[in-house]
C-alpha cells in the first residue's frame, strides 16, 4: 500500500472511530429515553472448496441471513430491520443485526462515519437518521445499480461491492496513481486466499498438532474444564475508556463476557446451541445470535475457550495459502468450516505455533464482512499457554481486551450461560 493511500484509510478508519464512539453513547440515551427512530418490537422473553477453488468465490455465494426465520432454535423472535428503524427504503427485510453490519460496510468502503451520510443534527436527536439528505439518497441508487450488476453480470453473485470502487475513499479514483503503480504495497494478511498451487504443507493436522503442544500437554488440556477472568476492556461503547470486564466459560462449549460499560453491562452469551445479546448500546436491547456466522462465531470463541478441542471445533479443513506475516512474523494459514456453513480462517505463528488470529466471515445484503480477532501475551494458566490481550476488530469498530487475571477450573453458576435479561440503560452522565 503506497503512503498516500495509507495516510488516507488510517484517516478514513479514525474517523468511522470517532464517530462509532459519538454515535454508541447517543444510541444508549435514546433506547433508555425511548427516542430510537421507530420503537423497537419488544423481544419474547424467555430464558434467558477445495483447495483449487478460491475461497472467496465461496463466500460471495453465500445467503446472508435475512434468510432467517421469524424466530431463531431457541424461540426467540428476530426483529428485522423495519420493525426498528423508520424511512428504509433499500434495505427491508433483513435482520437488525445484518442492517447494522451493512452501515459498517458503508463505513469501511467510503472512509465515512455516520454524520457522513445523515444529518449531523443526528447526534443531538437519533430520529433524524431517518432524514432523507442527497448522500444517502444517491447511496440508495448505488445499492441498487451494484445489485443490477451483479445480476446481470455475474448471475446475482456479490462479485461487485461498494468498496470494489471505493476501497476506502469517498469517491472512488478515476485517474491511475503511479506511485500505486510503482510501489510495492504493504499485504494484507486477511486478504490471503487458497490458490490453486498453494503450499500443501505444513497440513492442517501438523499445524493443528503443533499449537496443541505450544499450548501445553494433552494431560494438561484435558484437564481443563472452566476458567473465569477479569481485566480491562475498551472501545467504542466505552468511549474508548478502559472499564471492567468478566469472562466466563465451562466445557463443553459455553461462554459468557460481561462488560461494565458506563452506560450499563454488556453481556453476550452462548450456552452451547443458542447465543444472545444484551447491550446498552444496541437499538435493540436483546437480540439472539442468529443461525449461521453469527453463532458460527459464539460456537467457535467458546471451543477455543478449551483448544484441545479445537480439531472437532470446525470441519473441512483447509491448507493452499500462499505465505504471509503478521507483525514481521511469518504466520501458517488453516481455514475450517462452522456448523452454519461458515468460514474461519486462523493464523498460526510458524515459530512458535500459538494462535496468532482468526478471520470470520459474515454475508450481508450488500456484501461480506470480516471480523478480526488478534491474540498475544500467552501466558501459563495451570499448564496451559492462554492470550492475555485479545484485540477485536470489524467495520463498526475496535475493541480491546486485557486480561489480569485467569482462574482455572473453578465453579461457575449455570445460570451464567442462561439467556441473559435485556440490557437496563443507566441514565446518562452516571458512569458506573
Not at 444529518?119 to 445499492?143: C, G, N, W, Y
Request: glycine residues 8%; charged residues 20%.
Amino acid at each position: 500500500m503506497n503512503r498516500s493511500s495509507s495516510s488516507r484509510l488510517a484517516s478514513s478508519r479514525f474517523a468511522a472511530r470517532l464517530l462509532t464512539t459519538a454515535s454508541a453513547g447517543l444510541l444508549a440515551i435514546a433506547v433508555a429515553t425511548g427516542q430510537t427512530a421507530a420503537p423497537p418490537k419488544p423481544a419474547t422473553p424467555a430464558t434467558s472448496q477445495s483447495k483449487a477453488a478460491p475461497a472467496k468465490a465461496t463466500q460471495a455465494k453465500a445467503a446472508p441471513a435475512k434468510s432467517a426465520a421469524a424466530t431463531t432454535a431457541s424461540g426467540d423472535k428476530v426483529p428485522m430491520v423495519e420493525d426498528v428503524f423508520r424511512n428504509v427504503k433499500v434495505l427491508k427485510g433483513i435482520p437488525v443485526s445484518q442492517f447494522m453490519d451493512t452501515m459498517g460496510f458503508f463505513s469501511a468502503a467510503t472512509g465515512m462515519n455516520c454524520t457522513g451520510c445523515h444529518t449531523p443534527e443526528s447526534l443531538q436527536d437519533v430520529a433524524h437518521f431517518a432524514d432523507d439528505v442527497p448522500r444517502k439518497v444517491i447511496a440508495r441508487q448505488m445499492v441498487l445499480m451494484v445489485n443490477n450488476f451483479n445480476k446481470s453480470g455475474f448471475g446475482g453473485r456479490q462479485a461487485v461491492t461498494c468498496w470494489t470502487c471505493h476501497h476506502g475513499s469517498q469517491a472512488p479514483e478515476s485517474i491511475p496513481s503511479l506511485m500505486a503503480q510503482y510501489t510495492v504495497p504493504e499485504e494484507d494478511a486477511n486478504s490471503i486466499e487458497i490458490v490453486p498451487d498453494g503450499p500443501t504443507e505444513p497440513t492442517a493436522e501438523q499445524t493443528l498438532n503443533k499449537y496443541l503442544q505450544a499450548l501445553g500437554s494433552a494431560q494438561k488440556l484435558a484437564a481443563l474444564t472452566s476458567i473465569t477472568a477479569k481485566g480491562t476492556y475498551e472501545g467504542y461503547d466505552t468511549y474508548h475508556m478502559k472499564v471492567p470486564v468478566e469472562i466466563y466459560a465451562k466445557a463443553p462449549g459455553q461462554r459468557s463476557i460481561v462488560v461494565h460499560t458506563q452506560n450499563g453491562d454488556s453481556t453476550t452469551t452462548f450456552d452451547g446451541k443458542s447465543g444472545w445479546v444484551a447491550a446498552a448500546d444496541k437499538p435493540v436491547r436483546l437480540l439472539a445470535l442468529l443461525p449461521g456466522a453469527e453463532l458460527d462465531g459464539a460456537r467457535f470463541d467458546a471451543n477455543l475457550a478449551f483448544p484441545g478441542g479445537i480439531k472437532q471445533a470446525l470441519t473441512q479443513w483447509k491448507v493452499g495459502f500462499p505465505v504471509t506475516t503478521i507483525n514481521d512474523r511469518t504466520v501458517n494459514i488453516v481455514q475450517g468450516t462452522g456448523a452454519g456453513g461458515s468460514r474461519i480462517k486462523l493464523y498460526f505463528d510458524e515459530e512458535n505455533g500459538l494462535l496468532t488470529r482468526q478471520v470470520r466471515y459474515s454475508p450481508t445484503i450488500i456484501g461480506t464482512v470480516p471480523l478480526q480477532i488478534d491474540y498475544s501475551d500467552y501466558r501459563d494458566v495451570a499448564g496451559v499457554k492462554m492470550p492475555y490481550g485479545i484485540v477485536i476488530t470489524w467495520t463498526g469498530g475496535q475493541s480491546k481486551i486485557l486480561l489480569t487475571d485467569i482462574q482455572p477450573n473453578v465453579a461457575i453458576d449455570a445460570a451464567r450461560f442462561a439467556k441473559p435479561a435485556p440490557a437496563v440503560v443507566k441514565s446518562f452522565g452516571k458512569a458506573r
